[in-house]
């Protein structure tokens, strides 16, 4: 999962623009086929912060699951640059074609696996009853007692296994036809996975991270031509398109355009953070959630009419960082939480339970020492 991530973060983080096969010149085929194609694409955004943010407060209730820590969110936008330039030298040292048949590969795995995670309850409960729902149990583990390490630890049902099945005939048809809806199907599943995962430690980290990639997204794509062409270059569902001219040729459209998933899933864990926060403040409201989550929408749109009022290819970060920063920020000032929310830290939870832990011990071991005496 954390491949997928890096993929989705490092190639095409400014993506609100038109697809590999679209030329400059070409317009969309009606007012209303754009209308339509832009807003499947604000639709489609939403979606996966939503559900990917409700996602990660029952995961982080449930696990424990990796942060990402303030060095890493201002190393991030470095290593990402570093990535970003290396593909664009690959592709222009290589044949597109070779590299892409390797990717379509790699991410025909991930997706399918993707997929099945996301699927997997909702596929469950169609299976029919007379197929038993048999629990299994792979582990793989290195070295004994203590200092044992588990490579492998992963539990399935006969269910997730039919769920695996269904998910695959979809990467199948990815992989034959490289249809538009598979690879939506396909990126949405890594939307929704990653906001889901990929936790931030604290606001800080994000602020880190946010700034960092509003730079980084700034530079590469009015600076250079980087960005544009790995973007047009790479073939992979690491981006949702969606036709233009889908009203008059239907689901043989090809006049697309694109949003990136970086666009969705680095604002998105962002506001997945925010909506644990408002967890943590026990309120009945999820206030900074709401408010940062109509902040991107507006954000978005923002992008989408520069875009065609300048007629080049926008860097979403330069819109939906201010957006998604500056909000909740200035909530937290005015209803007097911005303390609070600097503060707040998804482990504290976890310190709270440990800290609860040594009292007990602590007084158990007293009551021993005194009953011994």
């Given at each position: 999962?954390?491949?997928?991530?890096?993929s989705?973060?490092?190639q095409?983080?400014?993506?609100?623009?038109?697809?590999a096969?679209?030329?400059t010149?070409?317009?969309p085929?009606?007012?209303?086929?754009?209308a339509?194609?832009?807003g499947?694409l604000?639709?489609?955004?939403?979606?996966?912060?939503?559900?990917?943010?409700y996602?990660?407060v029952?995961?982080?209730?449930?696990?424990?699951p990796?942060?990402m820590t303030?060095?890493?969110a201002a190393?991030?936008?470095?290593?990402a640059?570093c990535a970003?330039?290396?593909l664009?030298?690959?592709f222009?040292?290589?044949?597109k074609?070779?590299i892409?048949?390797?990717?379509?590969?790699?991410?025909f795995?991930l997706g399918?696996?993707?997929l099945?995670?996301?699927l997997?309850?909702v596929?469950g409960?169609?299976?029919?009853?007379?197929i038993?729902n048999?629990?299994?149990h792979?582990?793989?583990?290195?070295g004994?007692?203590?200092?044992?390490?588990?490579?492998?630890?992963y539990?399935f049902t006969?269910y997730d296994?039919?769920?695996?099945a269904?998910c695959?005939l979809?990467?199948?048809?990815?992989?034959?036809?490289k249809?538009?809806?598979?690879?939506?199907?396909f990126?949405?599943?890594f939307?929704?996975n990653?906001?889901e995962?990929?936790?931030?430690?604290n606001v800080?980290?994000?602020?880190?991270?946010l700034?960092?990639?509003f730079?980084?997204?700034?530079?590469w794509?009015?600076?250079?031509?980087?960005?544009?062409?790995?973007?047009?270059?790479f073939?992979?569902?690491?981006k949702?398109?969606?036709?233009?001219?889908?009203?008059t040729?239907?689901?043989a459209?090809n006049?697309f355009?694109?949003?990136?998933?970086?666009?969705?899933?680095?604002?998105?864990?962002?506001?997945a953070l925010?909506?644990?926060?408002?967890?943590?403040?026990k309120?009945k409201?999820k206030t900074?959630f709401?408010?940062?989550?109509?902040?991107?929408?507006?954000g978005?749109?923002?992008?989408i009419c520069?875009m065609?009022?300048f007629k080049?290819?926008?860097p979403?970060?330069l819109?939906?960082?201010p957006?998604?920063l500056?909000?909740?920020?200035?909530?937290?000032l005015?209803?007097?939480d911005?303390?609070t929310?600097?503060?707040?830290?998804?482990?504290?939870?976890e310190?709270?339970?440990?800290?609860k832990e040594?009292?007990e011990?602590?007084q158990?071991?007293a009551?021993k020492?005194e009953?011994?005496?």
């Amino acid at each position: 999962m954390a491949n997928v991530i890096n993929s989705i973060f490092l190639q095409v983080n400014e993506n609100v623009t038109e697809n590999a096969s679209n030329k400059t010149t070409k317009t969309p085929s009606t007012p209303e086929g754009m209308a339509v194609a832009y807003g499947s694409l604000v639709i489609m955004a939403l979606l996966p912060i939503f559900f990917g943010s409700y996602r990660s407060v029952i995961y982080h209730k449930e696990k424990k699951p990796e942060k990402m820590t303030k060095k890493d969110a201002a190393i991030f936008p470095i290593m990402a640059s570093c990535a970003l330039f290396a593909l664009y030298i690959v592709f222009k040292l290589f044949s597109k074609e070779y590299i892409n048949l390797l990717l379509t590969g790699y991410f025909f795995f991930l997706g399918v696996l993707a997929l099945t995670h996301l699927l997997s309850p909702v596929i469950g409960k169609l299976v029919p009853a007379a197929i038993p729902n048999i629990p299994f149990h792979v582990m793989f583990k290195q070295g004994e007692g203590d200092a044992a390490q588990f490579l492998i630890d992963y539990r399935f049902t006969t269910y997730d296994v039919v769920s695996l099945a269904a998910c695959s005939l979809v990467g199948a048809w990815y992989l034959l036809q490289k249809h538009w809806v598979a690879n939506n199907l396909f990126g949405l599943a890594f939307a929704v996975n990653a906001v889901e995962l990929l936790h931030l430690n604290n606001v800080v980290t994000g602020c880190i991270l946010l700034c960092g990639l509003f730079f980084y997204d700034i530079f590469w794509v009015f600076g250079t031509d980087v960005m544009v062409t790995v973007a047009k270059s790479f073939e992979a569902p690491i981006k949702l398109v969606f036709p233009q001219d889908l009203l008059t040729n239907g689901l043989a459209a090809n006049n697309f355009a694109m949003l990136g998933l970086g666009d969705i899933v680095i604002p998105g864990i962002f506001i997945a953070l925010l909506l644990r926060f408002d967890h943590s403040l026990k309120r009945k409201t999820k206030t900074y959630f709401h408010a940062t989550v109509v902040a991107y929408f507006l954000g978005l749109m923002a992008t989408i009419c520069v875009m065609h009022v300048f007629k080049h290819a926008q860097p979403a970060l330069l819109y939906l960082v201010p957006a998604c920063l500056g909000t909740p920020l200035l909530l937290a000032l005015v209803k007097g939480d911005l303390k609070t929310m600097f503060k707040y830290e998804d482990s504290h939870e976890e310190k709270d339970e440990k800290q609860k832990e040594n009292k007990e011990t602590k007084q158990q071991g007293a009551g021993k020492k005194e009953k011994v005496k």
